[in-house]
């Protein structure tokens, strides 16, 4: 199975030391990582054979998603192919497909899509970035990877309203905003009349989100389950190990008990994954209903999880030392990054059907 | 794996519609529907004849415990098609009440321990209603340490005399027969002195009385056994065997209770998108939005995993205790919904008259069932204990009475 091949790789080349690297600033990513997936073929999993990619499907996609996410792996995958990959898919037109699809789903290049401007969680009409005659400007807050993104795709507005547009990034300026994940590379990207292009023909920008936003939430639950399962794991094994008046600390009922909630919201949450990957390869009718499902039960269990690692490890938990914090931040930034928990919770109940 | 029906699937399923169709009580549908939570409405009907009618027309036809072998009474059907027929016999299901603890946890113990001869005699009338089993079990003292149970069996001759109390028993009062779990060995630690049977229910020296429960009804009952006699042959599994064949039992009832439990989602849903509150529109209130997510995530969860179990099952593997997570799940989820719906009602929302009140007043039958489901068949305690220790592999219970005969275990009042 790929999902084997891609966990042994992680394993041997993805430990916590490669991830401590990228967040005490020594590289950006991890490019060695990055190059060992393009090598394996991983960026390219769900692109069509037509642009480069290995047209192994969504499901291979969401299980890679899994392992990348367990491991925590510091490397742009997220940005580079569930959104920038994604968007390029659906909007682009042949000749943007042509051109950048090969390169990403090679690895060779990185791509992302930047939409927040501000501290605010953004809606339809607080964009202010602004594309006219071929020229990009205004400034983007925080990009996902942003440092290291070779090319963006950017909600912008237009004299027609909302539109997605691609632009390279070598002329435009950008810094690294610091954030509760410092391995997500986020940066603010300032564009000043830089050169840009519509993606594909013209189109609702903001409903372009949506739905690029709702095929990568599944893909984003996916990560944030791979993350919550070895978060408990680790719970459970020092739990074993860890001894307090005279035994285990996992034989106390109220650590035992922690745990097996988070087991139940893992559960949960791994059940509406598996429906919405199959929703997602099938490209069926419910898909935004499976999508932000799976996003809100994920969304929920990774956190639970991660919060709970530390309470399980006590003082430990919380020093630099212990790994505990790799999976907290993570799974903070996780839950933020495509829409909090409340806008993926309204998202699920407009998606209702009218008779439950 | 697959979420939508294979062609062999909607071929099944067709027929399972075309005979429902054709057979169903349909002048029992309107009451059914709208059945208080915890009861079968049947209007002007008996609940019991009415069950029992509905299930020998399926056993007449093959449709009645589909998946058992054909010889007992079944259809020998795949566990799909099994779970196709649940889904399309919808409302009628809920006239099925009296036979769950017969069909879903006295059969397969049956099944997997009583003789050839006794499985042919028994098996098809159980499956077509016309004889109804209870589970004896619990008791006065020992519900959650089940092992620490005290009713006695005692070798007489070709016979074994049982003295002793059960309790929490569904249905005994209508029940034909039961299958009884006994101590026949106080002098060795507790686990190991368990003996299983099955019993005539009208044997000489049962009493049974119901239990009026906190909510007013009264579904279970306290049996008391007084030198009533069971042959030997009516054993199930070894002498000191009957933990296993318990836990044969429990981890069907698991199954049974997890597989088709409410979650009172439906309900809370139906509530919201009427209900006008202060700010307008229930479902129009961000607060009222986000419970709403967390409970279809939660309910969904559990459909998707039942789903993954039943697909497990199909390749010939066995659900393990992850299937404990149904009824943990549902019975919380199900205790928070009413509570929420009620409030957001305000003093309306303590009406319990079911002319009165929205949807006869179901929300309100949960909030005073809804605590048993948290504690019948394994509290929200046990259930965590068995995630944790057989799910998570954490350390057992520290237990005062490990390796202890039975006699010797300190027993309090």
Not at chain 1, 254 to 260: G, I, N, R, V
């Given at each position: 199975m790929v999902q084997d091949q891609i966990s042994r790789f992680l394993r041997d080349k993805c430990d916590f030391s490669v991830f401590r690297s990228v967040l005490e600033g020594d590289e950006p990513y991890a490019e060695a990582v990055w190059r060992g997936l393009s090598e394996m073929g991983v960026q390219g999993s769900a692109i069509s054979g037509d642009y480069g990619g290995v047209d192994a499907g969504y499901l291979t996609l969401c299980l890679a998603a899994r392992e990348l996410g367990a491991h925590l792996a510091p490397v742009p995958f997220s940005s580079s192919i569930y959104l920038a990959a994604e968007a390029i898919s659906r909007y682009g037109s042949e000749l943007q497909k042509e051109t950048w699809l090969p390169k990403l789903a090679a690895g060779q290049v990185i791509g992302t899509?930047?939409?927040?401007?501000?501290?605010?969680?953004?809606t339809s009409d607080s964009i202010a970035?602004?594309?006219?005659?071929?020229?990009?400007?205004?400034?983007?807050?925080?990009?996902?990877?942003?440092?290291?993104?070779?090319?963006?795709?950017?909600?912008a507005k237009t004299d027609e309203g909302l539109s997605l547009v691609l632009t390279e990034l070598e002329n435009s300026k950008r810094e690294k905003v610091d954030t509760v994940d410092p391995t997500m590379a986020s940066a603010t990207i300032e564009f000043s009349e830089v050169d840009a292009q519509v993606l594909g023909s013209a189109h609702d920008g903001w409903a372009a989100i949506s739905d690029i936003y709702n095929r990568a939430a599944v893909l984003y639950a996916f990560e944030q389950i791979g993350g919550a399962e070895q978060a408990l794991q680790m719970a459970v094994n020092y739990a074993k190990e860890r001894?307090?008046?005279?035994?285990?600390?996992?034989?106390?009922?109220?650590?035992?008990?922690?745990?097996?909630?988070?087991?139940?919201?893992?559960?949960?949450?791994?059940?509406?994954?598996?429906y919405a990957a199959w929703a997602l390869q099938n490209d069926t009718d419910d898909l935004d209903l499976a999508a932000a499902t799976a996003r809100v039960?994920?969304?929920?269990?990774?956190?639970?999880?991660?919060?709970?690692?530390?309470?399980?490890?006590?003082?430990?938990?919380?020093?630099?030392?212990f790994d505990c914090h790799l999976y907290y931040r993570r799974s903070n930034y996780l839950t933020l990054i495509i829409g909090g928990l409340s806008t993926w919770e309204d998202k699920l109940v407009y998606a209702l059907p009218d008779v439950a | 794996m697959d979420f939508s029906d294979t062609k062999e699937e909607a071929a099944f399923r067709e027929e399972v519609q075309g005979w429902i169709a054709e057979n169903a009580p349909d002048y029992l549908f309107e009451s059914l529907s709208t059945s208080g939570f915890g009861s079968t409405g049947t209007g002007d009907y008996d609940p019991l004849t009415e069950a029992k009618k509905w299930q020998k027309k399926k056993a007449d036809a093959g449709w009645a415990c589909i998946q058992w072998p054909k010889e007992y009474g079944g259809r020998g059907a795949t566990?799909?098609?099994?779970?196709?027929?649940?889904?399309?016999?919808?409302?009628?299901?809920?006239?099925?009440?009296?036979?769950?603890?017969?069909?879903?946890?006295?059969?397969?113990?049956?099944?997997?321990?009583?003789?050839?001869?006794?499985?042919?005699?028994?098996?098809?009338?159980?499956?077509?209603?016309?004889?109804?089993?209870?589970q004896l079990f619990s008791e006065p003292h020992s519900g959650s340490d089940l092992a620490g149970l005290r009713t006695r069996a005692e070798k007489d001759g070709d016979d074994w005399v049982i003295n002793g109390q059960k309790i929490w028993t569904s249905g005994a009062q209508h029940s034909d027969y039961g299958i009884l779990i006994t101590r026949t060995d106080p002098e060795v630690p507790?686990?190991?002195?368990?003996?299983?049977?099955?019993?005539?229910?009208?044997?000489?020296?049962?009493?049974?009385?119901?239990?009026?429960?906190?909510?007013?009804?009264?579904?279970?009952?306290?049996?008391?056994?007084?030198?009533?006699?069971?042959?030997d042959s009516q054993r199930l599994g070894g002498v000191g065997d009957g933990w296993k064949v318990a836990l044969t039992t429990l981890m069907n009832e698991r199954l049974a209770i997890g597989g088709s439990i409410a979650t009172g989602f439906a309900e809370i849903k139906e509530l919201v998108d009427e209900l006008k509150i202060a700010t307008g529109t229930a479902i129009d209130n961000p607060a009222v939005r986000s419970r709403l997510a967390d409970w279809y995530a939660k309910s969904a969860g559990l459909k998707n995993t039942a789903a993954r179990a039943?697909?497990?099952?199909?390749?010939?593997?066995?659900?393990?205790?992850?299937?404990?997570?149904?009824?943990?799940?549902?019975?919380?989820?199900?205790?928070d919904i009413a509570k929420f719906a009620l409030d957001l009602q305000g003093l309306g929302g303590a009406i319990v008259d079911p002319e009165i009140q929205a949807s006869s007043a179901r929300l309100q039958g949960m909030l005073m069932r809804s605590p048993a489901v948290r504690i019948e068949g394994g509290t929200d305690q046990i259930l965590r204990n068995i995630i944790s220790e057989r799910v998570l592999g954490l350390p057992e219970e520290m237990r005062a009475d490990k390796g202890m005969p039975f006699s010797k275990i300190p027993k309090g009042g």
């Open positions: 899509l930047a939409v927040s401007e501000s501290v605010l969680e953004p970035t602004t594309f006219a005659n071929g020229k990009l400007t205004g400034v983007k807050l925080i990009v996902p990877h942003g440092l290291v993104a070779d090319v963006a795709i950017v909600l001894f307090a008046f005279g035994r285990p600390i996992g034989s106390f009922q109220a650590l035992k008990h922690m745990m097996a909630d988070m087991y139940v919201a893992l559960k949960l949450a791994e059940s509406n994954c598996y039960s994920a969304t929920q269990a990774f956190q639970l999880c991660a919060r709970d690692n530390i309470q399980v490890h006590g003082g430990m938990g919380f020093t630099w030392e | 566990p799909i098609e099994s779970v196709i027929w649940g889904q399309e016999e919808g409302v009628y299901a809920r006239l099925s009440g009296n036979f769950i603890i017969g069909q879903g946890m006295c059969a397969p113990t049956m099944m997997a321990f009583a003789s050839e001869e006794h499985k042919q005699h028994y098996l098809p009338k159980l499956a077509s209603g016309e004889e109804v089993w209870c507790k686990h190991r002195g368990l003996t299983m049977f099955f019993l005539d229910m009208k044997s000489e020296g049962i009493d049974i009385r119901p239990i009026k429960q906190s909510n007013g009804d009264s579904g279970f009952n306290e049996v008391y056994f007084d030198n009533v006699r069971i042959p039943i697909s497990a099952l199909s390749k010939g593997e066995t659900p393990g205790p992850e299937n404990s997570i149904g009824k943990l799940v549902a019975g919380g989820m199900m205790q």
